[in-house]
């Protein structure tokens, strides 16, 4: 019977990753890099690997940036970056029977992965070239391998989980809940004996992996993490300030920008607001919004069976649930990207602690069980395929200009893009680098812009700027052509025609 219920949940993960390649199938593959802050990542990416200090975007960690860059050099850093995106979702989809097999058995984890299949914007994440999924397979790979180490109790599993903790520390600033969460769990579980000082020891020594790849990949001196979470609010703050309803804008209007979460401020009239603010953001994530989740929570802690069962239940899934909720108050309007990053724990919740009342409920459970299982996945599988993408059209232009400088310059030429954003040339990367590769990023260096006015310093090259600039360019550019504001000239020698 046992290995038979083994057979459901496998057999059902399976179905469910046929599912997914449904889903993704309804995704249009973005005609040019796109998601969140992709331009930051490729940028970053592309300094490590030249060994670039200046203007390095300081508060991007250097692990996965040097990871696209260094998968890139030989294809593309978009595909090197949806390639990691895809494996990741994937890994995700995967990694949520995983996790929900640990702490609810069989039944839950044949449902898990179904679940994560409808998490918002995990779909749609495959298609993105930045960190998001591929951090939300470490975070969730940071929680298993952790739950695995506090339910064996043996060295090797402390030392697995420690080594993830330690990426996702190199990997992302938020990157210390993995830490924390992988802690507690490895010192719930300890056993008596000499495992009682070696697991955690094996866990320190194995996170440490961790900041020696930060300091190694380094090209600037990083700011201690403190300064880079207030940095990244005051950044999302920018981002969503206008947008806010006046009444929540009225109730943060005096609070500090850079100050870390203090008690005063979470429970005082902006943490309230906030959280009201974003009620809909976590109902659409968390099963009955954050409260509802803690109260699953709480539901499947108490049907664990011994203290350290529920010890580690309430850490695997409490724990990110507790850091959403203090972001949430944190942050008047958090971005549904944020929430991406827990999907693998926040899926299995409702699942693991069905699983785990039925389960004590003996043979009838599993009877119950198999009901409830089969009606879920039912219900699943006769829903519509989420495929909802973001407006492809900045995609789309720059993918356009990318398309007329290949033409135009072929394989070996030199692309100076001083648009506003630099976010051609970076789409490109490493196609057609300026001659100095310091000018390859999100803005390009004023002065050689200004140098190539004249005269490139290198040969064939293409300047790119918008078309009121470019009318300004020396005779020696020809017009290659234009596209939504934005003109690509090439370098023909002093004789060349500038007519436009």
Sequence with gaps: MRNALELVWI????????????????????????GPDWSQYFAAGWKLVHGIAEDYPRFRLPLYPWLVATLGETTSYQAAAEGLSLASVVGCVVLAAVLARLLGGPWAAAVAPWVALYAPALAASSRWSSQYAPFALLVGLGV?????????????????????????????????????????????????????????????AAFTVGPWIQGHLEVIPRPDAGSLVLEQRAMTLDEVWQPLDPAVRAACAGSPRTHLPRLDGLTGPCGRASLASNAATLARTLPGGGWGALLLTGLAVLAGRGVRDRWTTAVALGGPIAAVLLAAAWLPALPQRYLLVFVVPFV?????????????????????????????LFTFVGRPAEAVQGDLRNATVRAAI??????????????????????????MAPRHP???????????????????????????????????????????????????????????????????
Excluded: Y
């Design 11 to 34: 057999g059902a993960t399976v179905a469910a990753l046929a599912q997914l390649h449904a889903i993704l199938g309804r995704l249009r593959p973005p005609p040019s890099a796109d």
């Design 144 to 204: 298993t391998s952790a739950v695995v180490a506090a339910g064996t109790g043996r060295v090797g599993a402390a030392a697995a989980a420690g080594v993830v903790a330690g990426l996702g520390w190199a990997f992302d600033v938020r990157g210390a809940t993995v830490a924390v969460l992988g802690a507690l769990l490895v010192l719930g579980g300890m056993r008596g004996g000499w495992r009682a000082v070696l697991a955690p020891a094996a866990f320190v």
């Design 348 to 376: 299995v919740v409702a699942p693991v602690a069905v699983g785990r009342v039925l389960g004590r409920l003996g043979n009838v459970g599993d009877v119950v069980a198999a009901v409830v299982t089969g009606v879920a």
């Design 402 to 427: 990318a398309a007329l400088a290949d033409r135009t310059l072929g394989a070996d030429g030199a692309l100076l893009d001083c648009t506003p954003d630099g976010k051609v040339g970076l789409s």
């Design 434 to 500: 300026p001659a100095d590769p310091a000018d390859l990023g999100e803005h390009a260096r004023p002065a050689t812009c200004r140098a190539w006015l004249r005269e490139p310093t290198v040969t064939p090259a293409a300047r790119l700027d918008r078309c009121e600039v470019a009318g300004h360019l020396s005779a020696g550019w020809r017009a290659a052509g234009a596209h939504d504001g934005l003109c690509l000239s090439t370098w023909g020698g002093a004789g060349a025609s500038a007519d436009r």
